[in-house]
Nanobody, 125 residues
């Protein structure tokens, strides 16, 4: 089993920044891709960003390109999501997910095996 714990959520003003962290533990393969997803009330869980196992490849949703940056520190088993120029429409619960044996970034939530519990991000206008 792989455990994922998100942190760093909170309240920010429009135009502000937050950095989310996703710490992995347990039986990680060392070859796992990580994705960030978000879910607003009454909406589907949508793809935000993903990163390959070694950090060489990333993918972003169009809605966050140029504002969000995903990165990872494998020595710490942690993936980060730096969110800049936040907008009220970024308000959601943010989840990280791991594909333990698939090292490439992917945007479909069905391709991920493990999920964290989520962290709330609220952006005020």
């Amino acid at each position: 089993q792989v455990q994922l714990v998100e942190s760093g959520g909170g309240l920010a003003q429009a135009g502000g920044s937050l950095r989310l962290s996703c710490a992995a533990s347990g039986r990680t393969s060392g070859y796992y891709a990580v994705g960030w997803f978000r879910q607003a009330p009454g909406k589907e869980r949508d793809f935000v960003a993903a990163i390959s196992w070694n950090g060489d490849s990333t993918a972003y949703a169009d809605s966050v390109k140029g504002r969000f940056t995903i990165s990872r520190d494998n020595a710490k088993n942690t993936v980060y999501l730096q969110m800049n120029s936040l907008k009220p429409e970024d308000t959601a619960i943010y989840y990280c997910a791991a594909d333990n044996w698939g090292g490439t970034p992917k945007s479909s939530r069905y391709r991920y095996d493990y999920w964290g519990q989520g962290t709330q991000v609220t952006v005020s206008s």
